[in-house]
C-alpha cells in the first residue's frame, strides 16, 4: 500500500462513503429520466447528519439535474422534423457524458474523496 500525499482524507464514515457513491451513480440513469432520484434520496436523509456525504450528494444533484435540463430541452428538439437529428445526437452525447463522470464521481467518493462536476448549475443549496 502506498502514500499519495495529494489524496483528500477521508472525513466521511463507510457508510456515507457508500451512500455518497450511490448518490454518483444515480446519474448513470440518466437516459431514463431518472438520474437525479438517488442523490435527491441521499441528500435528503444525509442533510442533517453527515454533512461530508450530504455535499457530494447535493453536487451530484445538481449535475444530474443539469443534464435532466438538457436531456428534455433536446427531446424537445428531436421532435421537429428538420432539426431533429441534433436532438438525437444531442441526447446520445449528453448521456455518454452523464454515465462518464457519474462513474468517475462514484469512484472518487468511494475513495473518501470529493468530485467536482465540469459543468453543472448551482440549483440546490
Known sequence: MSYDPRAT???RPPQGSTLATVAHLGGVLTYLYAGWIASLVVWLVQRD???ATANEARVALNFQLTALIAF????VVEQFPVIGILGWIGKLAV???AL???IVA???AYRGGSYRYP???ELVR
Open 9 to 11: 482524507p477521508n472525513d
Open 49 to 51: 447528519q453527515d454533512p
Open 72 to 75: 428534455v430541452v433536446l427531446s
Open 95 to 97: 448521456g455518454i457524458i
Open 100 to 102: 462518464v463522470l457519474s
Open 106 to 108: 462514484a469512484a472518487a
Open 119 to 121: 459543468v453543472s448549475l
